[in-house]
């Protein structure tokens, strides 16, 4: 509010109040006006954040994946094949381009790390989360990547069966 229109409408109250109550009447009305005023200019300068809200999320990209064909191996020992399909979380889509340009490169660490394994390793949980592991490093040494954060960031199996 203005503080043109402010004292208007003060005169407005004055000329209205009896002449005894006007004084008082006039100095509420200013306490009232100056109190809000001062309370509404305080308010929107401060910088804090209401202690009680929710924390501000990150806002982070949508995750990338890039799949691979299906790879089919004996295991050792030569009595049990695995078939399985993998997708890998990557950390930036370009990646995805590095990926296919040495997919040769890739299929043949990964066959090669498939085949060295025995079904028993691979038929528990732990077994699976060591392969992951295992080809999570394999690919990364294929892409050149140095740092945990770059490069795959997790080997998912999108199937898994052990014959």
Not at 123 to 134: D, H, R, W
């Amino acid at each position: 509010m203005s503080k043109a229109k402010k004292e208007e409408i003060v005169e407005e109250i004055v000329e209205g109040a009896p002449k005894k109550k006007g004084k008082l009447m006039l100095i509420i009305i200013l306490v009232v006006l100056l109190a809000g005023g001062g309370g509404a200019g305080w308010y929107f300068t401060q910088g804090k954040k209401d202690p009680h809200a929710a924390p501000e999320k990150k806002v982070e990209a949508p995750p990338v994946f890039e799949k691979l064909e299906q790879f089919t191996v004996n295991l050792t020992g030569g009595e049990h094949y695995l078939q399985t399909e993998i997708s890998l979380k990557i950390s930036d889509p370009k990646l995805g381009e590095d990926i296919k340009l040495h997919m040769p490169e890739i299929r043949d660490v990964l066959l090669r790390l498939l085949s060295s394994k025995q079904a028993e390793d691979l038929a528990t949980m732990e077994g699976k989360k060591q392969l992951s592991e295992e080809i999570e490093k394999q690919i990364n040494k294929v892409l050149g990547v140095k740092k945990p954060k770059e490069g795959v960031l997790a080997v998912l199996f999108t199937s898994f069966i052990i014959q």
